[in-house]
């Protein structure tokens, strides 16, 4: 069956440094894979989407890479700051099915 | 100049007795979907509407049932709350079916007593 992994436990980086998420997926080959972030009590927010034919993908200080051989894809936070301490979702998908999230990665970024 | 409206933000209901929590958009998206999502875990697919057509999940349990009487508004039902139930609840938008870039609302988080 289709899986998602992301690490489970929390990442806690010191301010300024290069934050890494990791997100693998096994026994489907998405089209396309997006990102989302979620806060405490709130609705998950569309960060960035990257196809199947892009290798990276970059927003201000979010850079994804997605690797079809490795069914993986990096999301990077850049300089991180305080302000980005939240969950990170992933969701692999196949053109035209339903978005389906991985369980997500808390980041905890310290002054 | 919100999107997407979830209303009321936090609902508690008695064990067994229906509730139904809404959703409203001002996006005017075709697909509106219902998630739910339990502590530290993803959020799950119920169901979604592309205009007018429902469309259920197939491990949607029969306890959850929905309603869109227009563009603007979707409601999630549950007809006999259990223990099991107790959830953050997600609404979101999108303009075309399939998993693009989803709207999600802010949820409503539901306590069954």
């Known amino acids: 069956s289709q899986k998602i992994e992301q690490n489970s436990e929390a990442l806690n980086i010191q301010e300024g440094k290069t934050a890494t998420l990791t997100c693998n997926y096994t026994?489907?080959?998405?089209?396309?894979l997006q990102w989302y972030r979620q806060d405490p009590g709130r609705g998950p927010v569309f960060l960035l989407l990257?196809?199947?034919?892009?290798k990276e993908k970059r927003k201000e200080r979010l850079k994804v890479t997605f690797d079809t051989t490795l069914k993986q894809s990096l999301f990077h936070i850049t300089a991180s700051q305080p302000a980005d301490s939240a969950t990170y979702l992933c969701?692999?998908?196949?053109?035209?099915?339903?978005?389906?999230f991985g369980g997500g990665t808390r980041l905890m970024v310290k002054p | 100049d919100a999107m997407v409206i979830q209303n009321p933000r936090y609902q508690v209901t008695q064990f067994g007795k229906p509730v139904t929590l809404s959703c409203s958009q001002t996006l005017n998206h075709n697909v509106m979907y219902w998630y739910q999502q339990k502590s530290s875990q993803a959020p799950k697919l119920l169901f979604h509407?592309?205009?007018?057509?429902?469309?259920n999940e197939a491990d949607t349990p029969d306890n959850f049932q929905s309603r869109r009487p227009n563009t603007s508004f979707c409601f999630l039902d549950i007809r006999s709350p259990g223990l099991g139930d107790a959830a953050m609840y997600l609404c979101?938008?999108?303009?075309?079916?399939?998993?693009?870039?989803?709207?999600f609302g802010p949820g409503t988080r539901l306590t069954v007593t």
């Open positions: 969701a692999p998908t196949d053109a035209g099915n339903m978005l389906t």
């Open positions: 990257i196809r199947e034919n892009e």
């Open positions: 509407y592309y205009d007018k057509d429902f469309n």
């Open positions: 979101a938008t999108s303009r075309d079916p399939g998993a693009v870039e989803q709207y």
């Open positions: 026994n489907y080959s998405p089209a396309y």
